[in-house]
């Protein structure tokens, strides 16, 4: 069994992403990225404070707007204000949101161009198609982490747990256009366990803690897990029993330490890369 390390993938993407800011520094352009935050959330706050930190160390510009009694409407009125500046190359807007806003609704008015972690469903859509686009960091995530391993990723056997919109769906979308087989699996599903044994690749983004046991995993395959459960102690686990599946797995994410630190490196690649493409297409 071989733990991925994900600070080891986010290291190497942080230079790459330092030195790509500092070629558009020279030119004038501070790569920028918005982050709309809609809660107090302390989760969310910490989260955002070190995507902030992290920008800043890497030579980009965060601006956190922090919404202090949202609702659609403000939230709506605040993505459109952001995507229409052009000193803003990338906008997201952090959950979670008030009662009965979704972010599928919200995400529709973040420009596609800024549309860094894939909330916008034209971005969603343009993913299926297998055309260029933003997918959702944490989904992006997963396929780099593969990509690092050098997993082969054609044709074989990928079973995702889990359909969201932000992390399942899109993961899975990026495994097909890699052309795996995938299945994706969810609470539903009829003999999960079974279902999952048959992944070469199997990917946990289903929000329950510890949840994929060692009855779930076949002997060799490699285990993303995306889960980032809260502890009583301030602990994170994952949706992945890892003392019970890591002598299963031939490779294996641990939390925290796996998908993480590659989801915010990922979002700020993100928007370096459309502060570049700005440039090419103002």
């Known amino acids: ?19 790509a800011a500092e070629r558009l520094r020279e030119g004038g352009t501070v790569p920028t990225l918005a982050v709309v935050v809609p809660t107090d959330d302390e989760g969310t706050a910490w989260y955002v404070r070190s995507i902030a930190k992290t920008a800043g160390k890497l030579g980009l510009d965060c601006r956190v707007v922090q919404l202090e009694e949202p609702g659609r409407d403000e939230i709506v009125a605040k993505l459109q204000e952001l995507s229409a500046d052009p000193e803003v190359h990338g906008v997201i807007c952090q959950t979670p949101l008030p009662e009965g806003v979704s972010l599928a609704e919200v995400g529709w008015y973040i420009s596609p161009f800024k549309d860094v972690d894939g909330a916008n469903s ?6 299926a198609q ?9 989904s992006a995530a997963v396929l780099e982490l593969l990509r690092h391993e050098g997993v082969r990723l054609e044709g074989a056997r990928a079973v995702v747990v889990g359909r969201s919109t932000v992390v399942g769906k899109p993961a899975a979308l990026l495994l097909v256009n890699e052309s795996a087989t995938v299945t994706v699996c969810h609470s539903r599903t009829k003999e999960l366990a079974a279902v999952c044994r048959e992944a070469d690749v199997l990917v946990a983004a289903v929000g329950r803690p510890r949840m994929i046991g060692a009855e779930f995993v076949k002997p060799g395959a490699v285990v993303i897990d995306v889960g980032t459960n809260p502890t009583p102690d301030g602990g994170l686990v994952g949706d992945v029993d890892y003392e019970a599946v890591a002598p299963l797995a031939s490779a294996i994410t641990p ?19 459309a502060a570049r493409l700005a440039l090419e297409h103002p």
Not at 1 to 19: C, P, Q, S, T
Not at 130 to 138: S, Y
Not at 255 to 273: A, F, I, Y
């Open 1 to 19: 069994m071989k733990d991925i390390d994900g600070r080891a993938v986010a290291k190497a993407l942080r230079e790459e992403v330092a030195a």
């Open 122 to 127: 034209e971005s969603l859509g343009r993913l």
């Open 130 to 138: 297998g055309r260029r686009t933003f997918a959702p960091a944490t």
């Open 255 to 273: 939390v925290p330490g796996g998908v993480g630190p590659v989801t915010t490196m990922l979002l700020l690649r993100n928007t370096v890369e």
